[in-house]
C-alpha cells in the first residue's frame, strides 16, 4: 500500500473531495487526520480537528495537537462564479483570494517548519486546470487558483532540497452533486470522480513520488 505507516493530514476533510482523498489515504494504509471549519466528519476515517483555516493562530494551535506527520493534502478552497472583471468588487476578490490562498498559506506556515525538522514529507495542493487561463465570469477565482499554483513551484523549489516534495492537481470538472445540479444538461460521464482524483493526490503524497517536484499535474478525465 502506497501510504502504508504513513499520517496524512487533509484539509477540507468534510467536503466531497476531501472525503474521497481521506477514504484513499485510509484505504492504501495511511492514519488520517482530517481538518474542516465544519464539523461533519465521517468518524470512521480518523482524528478529526473542527478549525477556521482563515485563522492563522487557530491553524498553529491545531497543528501543534498534530503532532508528527508524512504528508498534508491542502484540499480547502471552494469555487463561485462572479460578475465580470470590472465588476469584481472587493468583497468578490477576497472571498477567493481567502477560501483559495489564505487558508493553503496559513496550513503552510504551520506545516512545512515541523516537515522540515523531519527531513521529509509531502504536500499536496489543488489548483485547477481552468485557471491556466482566465475565463469570463471567473477572474477572481481563475487568479486565486493560479495563485496556488504559483506558489506550489515557488515552494517546491524552497523546499526540494530539504527532503519535502510539493506538488498539485490540476482537476477539470469534479463529479459532484452541486456540479450536476448547476449543470444538469453536461454529460457527467467525462467529469473526474473524486475517487479517482483522490487516487492521484495520494500517489503525489506517497514516497512512489519522490523525484517529482513543484508538477502541476492535470486531472481531467475525458473533458
Same mark, same amino acid.
Given at each position: 500500500?502506497?501510504?502504508?505507516?504513513?499520517?496524512?493530514?487533509?484539509?477540507?476533510?468534510?467536503?466531497?473531495?476531501?472525503?474521497?482523498?481521506?477514504?484513499?489515504?485510509?484505504?492504501?494504509?495511511?492514519?488520517?487526520?482530517?481538518?474542516?471549519?465544519?464539523?461533519?466528519?465521517?468518524?470512521?476515517?480518523?482524528?478529526?480537528?473542527?478549525?477556521?483555516?482563515?485563522?492563522?493562530?487557530?491553524?498553529?494551535?491545531?497543528?501543534?495537537?498534530?503532532?508528527?506527520?508524512?504528508?498534508?493534502?491542502?484540499?480547502?478552497?471552494?469555487?463561485?462564479?462572479?460578475?465580470?472583471?470590472? *465588476?469584481?468588487?472587493?468583497?468578490?476578490?477576497?472571498?477567493?483570494?481567502?477560501?483559495?490562498?489564505?487558508?493553503?498559506?496559513?496550513? @503552510?506556515?504551520?506545516?512545512?517548519?515541523?516537515?522540515?525538522?523531519? *527531513?521529509?514529507?509531502?504536500?499536496?495542493?489543488? *489548483?485547477?486546470?481552468?485557471?491556466?487561463?482566465?475565463?469570463?465570469?471567473?477572474?477572481?477565482?481563475?487568479?486565486?487558483?493560479?495563485?496556488?499554483?504559483?506558489?506550489?513551484?515557488?515552494?517546491?523549489?524552497?523546499?526540494?532540497?530539504?527532503?519535502?516534495?510539493?506538488?498539485?492537481?490540476?482537476?477539470?470538472?469534479?463529479?459532484?452533486?452541486?456540479?450536476?445540479?448547476?449543470?444538469?444538461?453536461?454529460?457527467?460521464?467525462?467529469?473526474?470522480?473524486?475517487?479517482?482524483?483522490?487516487?492521484?493526490?495520494?500517489?503525489?503524497?506517497?514516497?512512489?513520488?519522490?523525484?517529482?517536484? *513543484?508538477?502541476? @499535474?492535470?486531472?481531467?478525465?475525458?473533458?
Amino acid at each position: 500500500m502506497l501510504l502504508e505507516g504513513k499520517t496524512m493530514v487533509v484539509t477540507g476533510a468534510a467536503g466531497i473531495l476531501g472525503h474521497a482523498v481521506a477514504t484513499a489515504a485510509r484505504e492504501q494504509g495511511a492514519k488520517v487526520v482530517l481538518l474542516d471549519v465544519v464539523d461533519r466528519f465521517d468518524a470512521n476515517l480518523g482524528v478529526s480537528h473542527v478549525v477556521n483555516l482563515m485563522d492563522a493562530q487557530a491553524v498553529v494551535s491545531c497543528f501543534a495537537g498534530i503532532g508528527p506527520f508524512d504528508a498534508l493534502a491542502n484540499i480547502a478552497g471552494g469555487f463561485a462564479m462572479g460578475p465580470t472583471v470590472a *465588476g469584481t468588487d472587493d468583497a468578490d476578490w477576497d472571498a477567493m483570494f481567502d477560501i483559495n490562498v489564505k487558508t493553503l498559506l496559513h496550513v @503552510v506556515r504551520s506545516a512545512v517548519p515541523s516537515l522540515i525538522e523531519q *527531513g521529509r514529507g509531502s504536500i499536496v495542493n489543488v *489548483g485547477a486546470l481552468g485557471a491556466l487561463r482566465g475565463a469570463g465570469h471567473m477572474g477572481a477565482y481563475t487568479a486565486a487558483k493560479s495563485t496556488v499554483m504559483r506558489l506550489t513551484e515557488a515552494l517546491s523549489d524552497e523546499l526540494k532540497t530539504q527532503g519535502v516534495n510539493v506538488n498539485a492537481v490540476l482537476p477539470s470538472l469534479i463529479d459532484t452533486p452541486k456540479n450536476r445540479a448547476d449543470m444538469p444538461d453536461a454529460d457527467f460521464s467525462t467529469w473526474v470522480s473524486p475517487a479517482d482524483l483522490a487516487a492521484v493526490i495520494c500517489f503525489l503524497a506517497s514516497d512512489s513520488a519522490c523525484a517529482v517536484h *513543484g508538477a502541476l @499535474v492535470p486531472v481531467n478525465g475525458l473533458v
